[in-house]
């Protein structure tokens, strides 16, 4: 097992295979997602990020008629998938770790089984609104951004818990991601104010950055020189993801803010169908990672959403 760094730095300049994959809905079955990804482990990505999905509020009608809000996870079993994926195949799982939802104790207890389970990478992240409310608000004795998440992380590899009721106080060792979005985080007031956030991040112990999606190229390369102008210099790797149907066009901009280039845009409108939709999405990633390779990112790192096909094609190209 080893660090996001360890790979980077052992890597020669050579861009790493990665991929995000994420839990099945509540009741599915985890061979069915093993399955489903194994092609790629074929390509022996050194990491794979396994996403958290927090809790949401759905409304429940009782038979006397009143409504009542019920509590429940649509995707649990992020921890144990990390466990599945040590056990199955020869990579290092990289759990998302989120403020929403948890208390610091509540934190502390994961970061402890992750530990326990020899996990060394954790991407320490905010997360966003429980559904169906509209904005953001940590719980009682929890988190409201990642860069307080960030420093409990540190805090714990330092020997540091919350409480101090054990004399016995041995620290992790986690290598801690972190969120970074080229075209701005939708919530924030401006680029300036999103920027001064991600330094902070890095300031309190970021070790490196996974971008969010993007389809322009220069958004990463403007991104990329204005951290390195900015004193942000950990590594950071681009996020892709593969458009593959009509209906991204529009959901993808409004769901992340962000910009799909026009000349992309139009060729997949002249796209008949969905299949001819996934072969030009295909073919934009595919010269998105030529760039990428040849710009000198530290890796590739693919949104699959546990699927195999789309990203299978692109990495055979690229790697
Ligand atoms: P933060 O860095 O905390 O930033 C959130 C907002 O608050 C930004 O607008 C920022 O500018 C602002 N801000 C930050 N610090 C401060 C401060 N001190 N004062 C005032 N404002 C501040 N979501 C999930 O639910 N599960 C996942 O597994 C998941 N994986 C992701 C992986 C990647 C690579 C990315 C890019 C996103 C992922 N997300 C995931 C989505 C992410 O949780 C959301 O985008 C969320 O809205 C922001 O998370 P963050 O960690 O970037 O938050």
Redesign the pocket.
Known sequence: MAKVTEHIANSKGQPLFSIEIIPPVKGGKIDELLNDITPLMELKPKFVDV????EEYLSQTRDDGTVIQVKTRKRPGTVGICAALMHKFDTDPVP?V?C?GFTRDDTEDLLIDLNYLGIENV?A????HAKPFTSFKPRKGGHA???ELITQIREMNEGKYLHQTSEYLNNSDFCIG??A?PEK?F??ESSR??FE?LK??VARGADYL???MFFDNRKYFDFVEKCRTHGINVPIIP?LKILSTKKQLEVLPRLFYLNIPEEFATAIRQCKDDKEVRKVGIEWCIRQCRELKAFGVPALHFYTMSKSTTTLAVAREVF
């Open positions: 996403t958290y999905h927090r998302h989120l929403g991407m992240l905010r997360g966003d951004y990642a860069s972190a969120a979005y985080h919530e924030a104010v999103d956030h902070q991040k996974v971008t969010q996020g």
